[in-house]
């Protein structure tokens, strides 16, 4: 969920917390609150840029997995007699 700048909606909330709470304080106190905050914000928006890109990467990862195991499946043949005393 999105708002209209395409920000989510986890950061939409906390943009409404820090302009609710930081009139609340004085002048310079609620500059540094806001600019904390701020901080936050684009701390968190990295993180979810890496958060989507670990998780297309663990999606190829895993595909490449499987098809790597089904390719080498197709090779193997059954052990028999006296190849299980190696």
Do not use: C, W
């Not at 939409?12 to 540094?32: G, S």
């Not at 928006?45 to 989507?52: C, H």
Request: no cysteine; hydrophobic share 40%.
């Amino acid at each position: 969920m999105t708002d209209t700048r395409g920000r989510p909606a986890i950061n939409l909330r906390l943009q409404e917390f820090i302009e609710k709470e930081r009139n609340r304080l004085a002048i310079e106190h609620n500059n540094t609150f806001a600019l904390g905050f701020s901080d936050i914000t684009i701390y968190r928006g990295f993180l979810e840029v890496i958060a989507l890109r670990h998780r297309q990467a663990s999606h190829g990862l895993h595909a490449n997995t499987e098809a790597m195991v089904a390719s080498v499946k197709n090779l193997m043949t059954p052990v028999i007699g006296d190849e299980r005393v190696i």
